[in-house]
C-alpha cells in the first residue's frame, strides 16, 4: 500500500463546476429576463409611475432606477462572461481578467428611508429581485474564485459547518 501522507492532494475547487452546470443556465436565464422586464418597466410603465410622485420621491425614484440599472449592467457582464466560459469561447484565465474590471457595486445593507415607501411596488420589487440576483451572483463568482462565501455571524449554513468540520478532521488526520 502506499504512503499518502507524503502525497498532497489539491482541493478540488467547485466553484468553476457549479459556474458550468446546470444551475448556471437557469441564473442565466433569470438574470436575462430579469434585465429584460426592469428595461421595459423603466422605458414604459415606469416612466408614466415616475411622473405621479412627488418631487422627493422622484429624485429617490431616479435615484434607485439608476442604481438598479447599474447593478443589473455588472451582473449581465458577468453573466456573459460567463456563458463565455461556459461555451468555450474564451478560457477561464481571459475571462478572469475581464472579471475583474466589472467592479460590482454594493447593495446597500438598507433599503427604505424616506421616501422610500412611496416608491411604485413594481419599481421596489424590482429592487429586491436585483438585490436577491446580485447575490447569487457574488457568492457564485467568489466560488468560482476559490473563496468561501462570508456567512454573517449568527446565521446558520449547514454546508459552511459540515466544510470547517472536514477542514478540522483533515488537520488532526496530519
Do not use: H
Not at 447593478?71 to 458577468?78: F, G, K, N, T, V
Amino acid at each position: 500500500m502506499a504512503d499518502t501522507s507524503e502525497t498532497s492532494n489539491p482541493a478540488i475547487s467547485l466553484g468553476p463546476r457549479i459556474a458550468a452546470s446546470g444551475g448556471f443556465d437557469q441564473l442565466y436565464r433569470e438574470g436575462m429576463g430579469l434585465i429584460e422586464a426592469v428595461a421595459s418597466y423603466l422605458d414604459q410603465d415606469g416612466r408614466e409611475e415616475s411622473r405621479l410622485l412627488p418631487r422627493e420621491a422622484s429624485f429617490l425614484y431616479a435615484t434607485e432606477s439608476m442604481r438598479l440599472t447599474t447593478r443589473l449592467m455588472q451582473i449581465a457582464s458577468w453573466l456573459l462572461l460567463q456563458r463565455a466560459v461556459n461555451e468555450g469561447e474564451i478560457t477561464r484565465e481571459n475571462a478572469r481578467s475581464e472579471k475583474e474590471k466589472v467592479q460590482f457595486s454594493a447593495t446597500p445593507s438598507e433599503r427604505g428611508g424616506p421616501g422610500y415607501d412611496r416608491l411604485p411596488l413594481r419599481l421596489r420589487d424590482f429592487i429586491d429581485q436585483g438585490d436577491r440576483l446580485f447575490d447569487r451572483v457574488t457568492q457564485l463568482d467568489q466560488l468560482e474564485r476559490g473563496k468561501m462565501p462570508d456567512v454573517p455571524s449568527g446565521k446558520v449554513n449547514g454546508i459552511a459547518d459540515q466544510f470547517s468540520r472536514l477542514q478540522a478532521a483533515f488537520k488532526r488526520a496530519e
